[in-house]
């Protein structure tokens, strides 16, 4: 009965008692900001990053890969660097395959004013993207560095910024995201056409699309009429290429923000890389170039404020063709069946030798003129070393839709 008593009056007294307040309260220290610099943008949004390995002096090129779920280096750039390689029983998985890794353990990547140490990095064949990009891939950062840091991209003035993890101070004007993470963070968007579907998906800032959207999902959740017009493509993904369909979509939303008539690529997911029915595909890095963004991986969130991009139209164009540099050249090698490009006369092997009156040889600036010019294209090739001028109508994928 005495112990009884004693509990009532001290839990009385507690009730009496004014709001306690901790003595000691542990408060993360502001974010430093620990280096910034330049990165360089390919089509479809691809963040390009300049850095090295270890102590050796070449500057390799990175491709920045929110989709990436560790970091990796091209099989050729390990040959060249002479970096040990050991075999494991960990397999990468891909738009196009499926494959077991080897790994170059413990080493150190090097950034403009920030070394990286203890990265184990695993090794894959980037051939196929340094030909669609038109310059060596030698990897791809991803999750194993972004864990680490609080990374701001700008967009507008094309420069990344790193911090360390803590309070962050964010600017004015934009929406913080709270997307589920796992090695990937995996957002909530909406898509609206034939119905209005609210789904998850991969934030791939290593995707130079806009939505990427399983065949699954597509069916089940008939977001598409039946007979709505779908243009067969093709891309470039972990394991080669991936024929695809392409259409448009009436509207999407990403938080509060709206965008009408988006390209929307839909893929036969054999491999299961988006997680159906978990996922529905995912967000490419030609939707989130449009904002300037901070991935905040240590607090599990991403803020995103629009930029000068924001408004940009997106890409509407349909060529058919598949366009390669290889050995120095800029080839056509795939040719769609029915497309703009098979009806021009292309054939697999020429080489493009200008587009409207432009010389460069630049693959990068081909491709965009491709995707700026609705209407005819003038196009000088080379086949069995006689020049040949075609007239290419590139096709609105706007229309019958």
């Given at each position: 009965?005495?112990r009884?008593?004693?509990?009532i009056?001290?839990i009385?007294?507690f009730?009496?008692?004014?709001?306690?307040h901790a003595?000691?309260?542990?408060?993360?220290?502001?974010a430093?900001?620990l280096?910034?610099?330049?990165?360089?943008?390919?089509?479809?949004?691809?963040?390009?990053?300049?850095a090295?390995?270890?102590?050796?002096?070449?500057?390799?090129?990175?491709?920045f890969?929110?989709?990436s779920g560790?970091?990796?280096l091209?099989?050729?750039t390990v040959e060249?660097?002479?970096?040990?390689?050991?075999?494991?029983?960990k397999?990468i998985r891909?738009?196009?395959?499926?494959?077991?890794?080897?790994?170059?353990?413990?080493?150190?990547l090097?950034?403009?004013?920030?070394q990286v140490?203890?990265l184990?990095?695993?090794?894959?064949?980037?051939?196929?993207?340094?030909s669609?990009?038109?310059l060596k891939?030698d990897?791809i950062?991803g999750f194993s560095?972004?864990r680490r840091?609080?990374?701001?991209?700008d967009?507008?003035?094309?420069?990344?910024?790193?911090?360390?993890?803590?309070?962050?101070?964010?600017?004015k004007g934009?929406?913080?995201?709270?997307?589920?993470?796992s090695t990937?963070?995996?957002q909530?968007?909406?898509?609206?056409?034939?119905?209005v579907i609210?789904?998850r998906?991969?934030?791939?800032t290593?995707?130079?699309l806009t939505?990427l959207?399983?065949?699954?999902?597509v069916?089940?959740s008939?977001?598409?009429?039946?007979?709505?017009?779908?243009?067969?493509?093709?891309a470039e993904?972990?394991?080669?290429?991936?024929?695809m369909?392409?259409?448009?979509?009436k509207?999407?939303?990403?938080g509060?923000?709206k965008f009408r008539?988006?390209?929307?690529?839909?893929?036969?997911?054999?491999?299961n890389v988006?997680?159906?029915?978990l996922?529905g595909?995912l967000i490419?890095n030609?939707?989130?170039?449009?904002f300037?963004?901070?991935?905040?991986?240590?607090?599990?969130?991403?803020?995103?404020k629009p930029?000068?991009?924001?408004?940009?139209s997106f890409?509407y164009?349909?060529?058919?063709?598949?366009?390669y540099?290889?050995?120095?050249?800029i080839?056509v090698?795939?040719?769609?069946?029915g497309?703009?490009?098979d009806?021009?006369?292309?054939?697999p092997?020429?080489?493009?030798?200008?587009?409207?009156n432009?010389y460069?040889k630049?693959?990068q600036?081909y491709k965009t003129?491709?995707?700026?010019s609705?209407?005819?294209?003038?196009?000088?090739?080379?086949?069995?070393?006689?020049?040949l001028v075609?007239?290419?109508?590139?096709?609105?994928i706007?229309?019958?839709?």
């Amino acid at each position: 009965m005495k112990r009884l008593t004693i509990a009532i009056l001290l839990i009385g007294l507690f009730c009496a008692l004014p709001p306690a307040h901790a003595q000691e309260e542990f408060i993360m220290p502001e974010a430093k900001l620990l280096t910034r610099f330049p990165f360089t943008q390919l089509s479809g949004g691809i963040v390009l990053l300049r850095a090295q390995i270890d102590n050796h002096a070449d500057t390799l090129n990175f491709v920045f890969d929110t989709g990436s779920g560790g970091i990796s280096l091209d099989s050729l750039t390990v040959e060249y660097l002479g970096l040990k390689k050991e075999l494991s029983d960990k397999t990468i998985r891909g738009i196009a395959g499926i494959k077991l890794v080897e790994f170059a353990y413990n080493h150190t990547l090097k950034l403009p004013g920030l070394q990286v140490d203890k990265l184990d990095f695993h090794i894959n064949d980037y051939d196929l993207l340094t030909s669609v990009y038109g310059l060596k891939i030698d990897g791809i950062i991803g999750f194993s560095f972004l864990r680490r840091f609080i990374v701001h991209l700008d967009y507008d003035k094309q420069v990344m910024e790193v911090y360390s993890p803590g309070r962050f101070r964010y600017p004015k004007g934009g929406y913080m995201l709270h997307p589920d993470f796992s090695t990937l963070p995996l957002q909530a968007a909406t898509i609206e056409d034939e119905r209005v579907i609210n789904a998850r998906f991969i934030f791939d800032t290593g995707a130079g699309l806009t939505f990427l959207l399983s065949k699954e999902f597509v069916q089940d959740s008939a977001v598409f009429k039946r007979k709505r017009k779908f243009y067969p493509t093709q891309a470039e993904g972990l394991g080669g290429k991936k024929m695809m369909d392409i259409t448009v979509a009436k509207e999407i939303k990403l938080g509060p923000y709206k965008f009408r008539n988006v390209p929307i690529h839909i893929f036969d997911d054999e491999y299961n890389v988006t997680s159906y029915p978990l996922l529905g595909g995912l967000i490419g890095n030609d939707v989130m170039r449009r904002f300037n963004v901070i991935l905040n991986y240590p607090d599990r969130s991403i803020y995103i404020k629009p930029n000068n991009h924001f408004p940009e139209s997106f890409d509407y164009s349909y060529t058919g063709l598949g366009i390669y540099l290889i050995n120095g050249e800029i080839r056509v090698i795939d040719i769609i069946k029915g497309s703009p490009g098979d009806k021009a006369g292309f054939q697999p092997g020429d080489i493009i030798f200008s587009v409207e009156n432009n010389y460069t040889k630049n693959i990068q600036t081909y491709k965009t003129l491709f995707q700026n010019s609705i209407g005819k294209v003038r196009v000088i090739i080379f086949r069995e070393q006689k020049p040949l001028v075609l007239t290419m109508v590139i096709k609105d994928i706007r229309r019958n839709r």
